[in-house]
């Protein structure tokens, strides 16, 4: 995704540097002309502009919080933009650090897969400074189609939480759904036809459904990823003292599907653990 949505801004005519752990996946874009930063220090030293998107919380404590870190090293009244799907309580620790140097950072989780970073139609759900937020908006506006400002530092990633725990309950229904298609004999890429665009309609239904038919399991999205988000979804549900059974149904079966060895696959896999029922 992230390498997309690279690929867009450069395609707006914006200078990129790119940092990534291993320098081969960045190679299509320095072929375009992105140029290389050998550490994400080299990057806060060049740019004003700090876009993230790495895996995990600890990840993005490390790039922004670390002694080599862009917290330490960024040119003061620089911009920072975490887009990777994390903790809203890191995106406010973040956000205060940078604060004390002078920086701008912003929480921007996204939603729509690897086809909406393809296509620039991403959904962008944006937390921190509302002006900095203005600032940057036309750079967004090159990676999603949905640009939408929530509140303070961490409401972006709150609402990216909102987010997933609607997907985590609607992939169950969309698997069992093809499921039931199948055992009862129908066709079910005709019985797609029919409830894709009535009440029961979704982007899950819609763009995984057909690809569980072909037997596509490639990841969009990674099944080790969403419970990565789930299980922080979950914790910050609890320190709300929020009930979420089926957020915690989801993350289960999530780790028994993990279990099975489709830590890797796509978030559609889950197809393969409800259909596996023995």
Partial sequence: MGKSMAGHLMKAG??????????????????????????????????????????????????????????????????LIDMTTSSPQLAQKIEKAAAEKNLAALDAP?????????????S???????SAFKELLPIFSKMGTNVVYQGKAGSGQHTKMCN??????????????????????????TVLKSIESGAAGSWNLSNLGPRMLKGDFAPGFYVKHFIKDMTIALNSAEQMGLMTPGLALAKK??????EMGEEDSGTQALYKRLANQG
Avoid at 24 to 46: F, H, M, R, V, Y
Avoid at 110 to 122: E, F
């Fill in 110 to 122: 996204v939603s729509g897969g690897d086809i909406g970073a393809r296509d620039a139609k991403l």
């Fill in 164 to 189: 997933q725990i609607a997907i985590a309950s609607g992939m169950i229904g969309v698997c069992e759904a093809i499921l039931y298609a199948e055992k009862a004999g129908l066709n079910p890429e």
């Fill in 124 to 130: 962008i759900m944006v937390g921190g400074d509302e």
């Fill in 253 to 258: 079966l999530y780790e028994e599907l993990a």
């Fill in 14 to 79: 914006h200078p990129v540097h790119v940092y990534t752990r291993t320098k081969e996946k960045a190679n299509d874009l320095l072929e375009s002309g992105a140029k290389w930063a050998e550490t994400p220090k080299d990057i806060a030293q060049n740019c004003d502009v700090i876009i993230t998107m790495v895996g995990y919380p600890t990840d993005v404590e490390q790039v922004y919080l670390g002694t080599d870190g862009l917290i330490e090293h960024a040119t003061e009244g620089s911009y």
